[in-house]
Nanobody, 123 residues
């Protein structure tokens, strides 16, 4: 079972930037990809971004052009660079170990979750 440890959350003003990190241990990258989900208060957890084993990234429409996902295979670490942050980006961000396309055409995590890291964007 892979273990995920996240870091990098915090408080930032609107328009600012943060970078999240997720270090994986216990297994190398999955056949599909690692990535990020987020959950705002009172809302369901939603897909943010994933990067496949071949390096191809996928993003939710709400973060395209502002967020960039990348990885360091040697370190088994995935990063999420978040720029031009908005108050609606405020959420707990969860690293996910094995993101795949779901039957409904969205994305789902079939592997482990990280503990979550809080991102708060003030207006």
């Amino acid at each position: 079972q892979v273990q995920l440890v996240e870091s990098g959350g915090g408080l930032v003003q609107a328009g600012g930037s943060l970078r999240l990190s997720c270090a994986a241990s216990g297994r190398t990258f999955s056949s599909f990809g690692m990535g990020w989900f987020r959950q705002a208060p009172g809302k369901e957890r939603e897909f943010v971004a994933t990067i496949r084993w071949n390096g191809i990234p996928y993003y939710a429409d709400s973060v395209k052009g502002r967020f960039t996902i990348s990885r360091d295979s040697a370190k088994n670490t995935v990063y999420l660079q978040m720029n031009s942050l908005k108050p609606e980006d405020t959420a707990v961000y969860y690293c996910a170990a094995d993101i795949r396309r779901s039957g409904s055409g969205g994305y789902e995590n079939t592997g482990s979750w990280g503990q979550g890291t809080q991102v708060t964007v003030s207006s």
